[in-house]
């Protein structure tokens, strides 16, 4: 399996949220507006420097993916509904099985 045999590249978006209830709000609108075929949740303890001090939280980590047309809007669409003032917005390719990257690019 290569990926130069498939017609688009996947890649996985990794943001946090503050709880669920704004993880799923994120989520749903990715998915209404088809910029996205899947996202999975996971709560997550996450320790971080913040205003010069170091914190720690309970958050919702929300792992993203998406084809690679449309990882700037899902990147602009986080960075303008997101509870925080600097959301996580990290990125990168991704590999998937034939079956899985067939369905992601059905969407």
Known sequence: MTLSS????????????????????????LLREKLIPCVTFKNIESHFW????????????????????NLDNVCNKISELHSYEIPEIIYFRVSANKNYHHWMNSI
Not at 13 to 24: F, P, Y
Not at 50 to 69: A, P, T
């Open 50 to 69: 913040w205003e010069g001090n170091i914190n720690q939280s309970q958050e919702v980590q929300l792992m993203i993916k998406c084809k690679k047309e």
């Open 6 to 29: 498939f017609n688009q590249e996947i890649y996985l978006v990794i943001t946090t949220e503050v709880d669920k209830k704004n993880a799923s709000k994120l989520a749903n609108l």
